[in-house]
């Protein structure tokens, strides 16, 4: 282990502001781009979904036209 | 395109070309890379951030590079493979590999970002300014606008075979900027320094910062697949909606007749 | 030919196509295209007259000094062949020092260097301090037997 101390670590020479800067930053944008994949996806499944249920809901169909009239 | 009739067909590789072989093969692959995306990134940031020693010129502040080298190396590499996915596409015409090339870009522009955002962060107290025109800063700016053309391009266009087609066109002309990137510390005076690994000279790093380094960057190798196969998922099911195959899949109750 | 290999060689030869224009682009370029000036072409008269330019070459050792008026900075830009010497008022970045790379931003003004911005350029080589140390006195060690090489032949010359 190369530090004696935490206080050390976080300073990182008087340059920690662009260190840890960086790294949150490289974090934040890598979490944030994995959750807008993961919820790009439930958009789609859910549209998907949606315009299934639409379409067999619609009377010019012709299964359901049928049982309509 | 359908598989061979004879012969095994894993060996056939068209057989994974098709959306509808690719989608649950891509969905298994997903954990495996996440999960070494993970554990390299941990290995590489102790050592990177515990482990190696302060450097001589620059003390602390130049553990940037290991954040700075894997985005920059990740943002061209992603352009290389993006291209090559277009070439693919144009030849071979398989949906597949624009959706590949459209999936990669996001993660390719992400990537040039964190290397322009790194890059300012590390300069600033270094250099002594957050950005210079020179040739390897101007060109990098070139690359992001570059992805961010293709995203813009490839979504403003409704048909999508003819969005597929802009995209890998607009792909193979951008990438002829990646080896001007690569030499422009070569070819031009610039603020940026030369390579510290290159072919001619080997490392002019010391090992335990070059590991660190070499670490980050595999993780960022296994992060980039991970999206990539998660956002090609995304497109396959977007673009397959109407298929037999993904309203089974969704447990979607066939219209009944 | 089937269509693939059609659409193939059409690729390919955009591909070549393409890589000479960008060749003939970064050639033509490459003279143009000037981040800083070395001292040696700035002697040569090949930087800008009236205009704002930057100069890159390395700070001369012993150089730095503080003018009379308690705030401008002087030192001499070097590349070893020709010397200039700079003027700048302001801070100096962290990793401004003596014998080490720098570029400054600024005109040329009789003989001297009026700079408004200096950057510190650092090399490619990462190393730990104790590394850097033992570089150094291996370096010295090799120019001080160097020296004393020179200094015996000279002996046996005059022999």
Request: charged share 15%; hydrophobic share 50%; aromatic share 12%.
């Amino acid at each position: 282990m190369y530090w004696n101390n935490l206080s050390d670590f976080i300073a990182m020479g008087n340059h920690g502001v662009y260190v840890w800067g960086s790294f949150f930053a490289c974090a934040a944008a890598l979490c944030l781009e994995w959750v807008l994949i993961k919820s790009q996806r439930r958009n789609i499944v859910r549209q998907i979904r949606r315009s299934a249920t639409i379409q067999q809901m619609n009377p010019t169909s012709p299964a359901v036209s049928k049982d309509a009239s | 395109m359908k598989p061979h009739a004879d012969g095994p067909r894993w060996l056939n590789i068209f057989h994974f070309a098709s959306p509808y072989q690719f989608y649950p093969l891509a969905g298994r692959l997903i954990p495996l890379f996440a999960t070494l995306a993970v554990l390299l990134a941990m290995a590489g940031l102790w050592l990177g951030f515990a482990i190696a020693p302060a450097d001589a010129q620059q003390g602390e502040g130049y553990r940037i590079i290991f954040l700075h080298v894997p985005t920059s190396w990740m943002a061209m590499l992603i352009y290389v493979a993006m291209a090559f996915w277009s070439v693919m596409h144009l030849i071979l015409r398989t949906r597949l590999s624009a959706m590949m090339a459209q999936a990669l870009a996001p993660t390719g522009a992400l990537m040039a970002f964190l290397s322009l955002f790194t890059g300012a962060l590390w300069g600033k107290p270094m250099w002594g300014t957050w950005w210079v025109w020179d040739a390897r800063l101007t060109s990098m700016l070139l690359l992001f606008f570059l992805y961010l053309g293709f995203i813009a391009l490839t979504r403003s266009i409704d048909e999508p075979d003819r969005a597929d087609k802009a995209g890998s066109v607009l792909a193979i002309v951008g990438v002829f900027n990646v080896p001007v990137i690569y030499f422009s510390v070569k070819w031009w005076n610039t603020l940026h320094q030369g390579a510290s690994i290159s072919m001619e000279k080997g490392s002019t790093m010391a090992s335990t910062m070059l590991i660190a380094m070499l670490l980050m960057s595999l993780a960022a190798w296994m992060y980039a697949i991970t999206t990539t196969l998660s956002r090609v998922r995304n497109l396959i099911l977007q673009r397959e909606a109407r298929t037999r195959w993904v309203q089974e899949l969704l447990a979607i109750p066939a219209n009944k007749a | 030919m089937t269509p693939r290999r059609k659409r193939a060689a059409w690729i390919i030869g955009a591909l070549i196509a393409l890589s000479l224009v960008t060749f003939f682009i970064v050639n033509a370029f490459r003279q143009n295209l000037v981040f800083f000036y070395s001292p040696t072409q700035i002697i040569a008269g090949e930087a800008p007259k009236n205009s704002a330019f930057r100069v890159g070459g390395m700070v001369a050792e012993n150089s730095l000094a503080r003018a009379a008026d308690g705030v401008t900075m002087q030192f001499i830009i070097t590349d070893t062949a020709q010397n200039i010497p700079v003027q700048y008022r302001g801070i100096l970045p962290d990793l401004f020092k003596e014998g080490k790379g720098v570029v400054a931003q600024g005109r040329w003004e009789n003989g001297t260097f009026i700079a408004s911005e200096v950057l510190a350029k650092h090399d490619e080589n990462y190393m730990p301090p104790e590394a850097q140390e033992a570089v150094n006195q291996a370096h010295q060690a090799a120019a001080k037997n160097l020296a004393a090489s020179q200094a015996s032949q000279h002996n046996k010359e005059q022999q």
